[in-house]
C-alpha cells in the first residue's frame, strides 16, 4: 500500500506558501532567480534554495544558458498528486452535500413562523 | 500571494506514505489506532505520531470514547488541496496531448515503409 518517493517530495514541495507562489508565478511563464525573488521579502539565496527543493520534486526544470537559467513549470507531479487526491473526491463531495441539506433544513426553518416553532 | 496555516498543514501531512495509507484505510471506515497499526511494521507509539500530524492538519478527527477513540477521514482539507492543484490542470493536460501527438506522430513513422525513411 505504500508508495514511495515522487508523491513525498512533490507533496512536501507544496507544503511551503513561498514554494506554492513560485509555482503560481511559474504558471505565468518561465522567469530567472532574480525575477522570482522580486515580489517576496526574502534573499535571492534563500529563492535559491526553494527552487532547489521544487527542482529536487520534478515541479519545475532549470534551462542550460549559464547566466539565466530560466526556471520553468513542469506539472507532472501535480498531475499525481491531483490523480491521489480525486481517490478521495466522493468523501468532499459527499460532505458538500451535507452542508447544503444542512443549510437548506435552516432556510426552511427561517420561513416558517416563530409561533410554530414552540409548539 | 502568500497563503498560509491550512494548506501547508495538509500538504505536509500528505507527505508520508504511511500517513497516506492510513487515509487510505481510513476511506474504507472508522478505526481505532490499534487496527490502523496492524497491516504496518512500525510501533503503536509510531503510528500515533502519524494520527497526531493527520489530526493537527484536520484530515482525521478522533473519537470520544475514552479506550477506543476510533479515527475517522476528514476530507475538507483533501478538498483544499484538490482545489488549489486544478488551477494547474491546463499544464498536465497540455502536455498529456503533447504526449499524445508525439506518439500518434511515432505511430505513423512506424507504418510508413523503411526505404520511405531513407528518401
Known amino acids: 500500500m505504500q508508495t514511495a518517493g515522487p508523491l513525498d517530495a512533490a507533496f512536501a514541495a507544496l507544503a511551503d506558501p513561498t514554494r506554492r507562489a513560485i509555482l503560481a508565478r511559474l504558471a505565468d511563464g518561465e522567469a530567472t532567480v532574480l525575477e522570482l525573488a522580486q515580489p517576496f521579502a526574502i534573499s535571492q539565496p534563500a529563492i535559491s534554495k526553494h527552487l532547489k527543493v521544487l527542482e529536487r520534486a520534478g515541479l519545475i526544470s532549470r534551462g542550460r544558458e549559464a547566466q539565466r537559467r530560466p526556471c520553468r513549470l513542469e506539472p507532472a507531479p501535480l498531475a499525481a498528486a491531483n490523480t491521489w487526491l480525486e481517490n478521495y473526491r466522493r468523501f468532499w463531495e459527499e460532505s458538500f452535500e451535507r452542508l447544503d441539506l ?18
Open 102 to 119: 444542512l443549510l437548506d433544513e435552516m432556510k426552511a426553518q427561517q420561513k416558517r413562523p416563530k409561533k410554530g416553532k414552540r409548539r
